[in-house]
Each structure stands twice: as C-alpha cells, then as structure tokens.
C-alpha cells in the first residue's frame, strides 16, 4: 500500500477560506481555537467512552461509527492547523523536535513493550 501524501498548503488554503467567507477570524483567537480543539478532542473521546479495548481496536469495522471518528479527527485537525497558522508554527520542525525531545526520555532500552512515564523508568 503506497503512502498517501497530504496536500497541506491546499488545506490551508481551503480552510482560510471557509474562514474568511464566513467572518470567523474575529472569533479565532489562539485561546478560543485552543478551547475549540479541547472540544473537539472530547467529542472524540467521547465515541469511544464505553467501549472496551477490544471494540475501539475494532472501530473500523462500523461504517457508522468510523464517520462519526473522521468527522472528529477532522475537526481536531482543522482546529489544530489553525492554531499553527495563528501563531506561525512551523508544524513539521516541531514535530521532528519533539520526536527527538521523546526519544531521550524515551531510550529504546528501557521503553521497549513498557507503557511507564519517562520519570518512572
């Protein structure tokens, strides 16, 4: 299965207009979209409150319920990249920082199969 490579710029771009059309910005401060994707991410959680391990590994399976998850994963993100457009964050050098931040807390030798907090390794 070949990797599927993401548009973002496009995405951006589409968001910023939605937007835009609608007079939204005014509303979107860094604080109100960080409240927004908080949110969001609860709506998320929410699909899968009651679930055992077992029934959220296999969530896919539901066509019903996986649209409810995508929508939420969507909204999350939308609300993630304007967070990241408002305060000019460079997403991908963030990420590839905290990657490296983690694996020193995280050295392979003691967290391989072990779910601990890096202070109680």
Known sequence: ????????????????????????????????????LSVESSELLEIFQ????????????????MGKVEDEVAD??????RIVNKTNIDLEQAVVRKIKKNAEKYPVEKSRGNAKKYNEL
């Open 76 to 81: 999350v993100f939308v609300y993630l990249m």
């Open 50 to 65: 009651w679930l055992t391990e077992e029934q959220s590994n296999q969530i896919k399976n539901d066509p019903k319920l």
């Open 1 to 36: 299965m070949g990797e599927k490579k993401m548009d973002l710029k496009k995405i951006n771009s589409e968001i910023e207009k939605f937007v835009s059309d609608r007079d939204w910005d005014q509303f979107h401060s860094v604080k109100n979209l960080s409240m927004a």
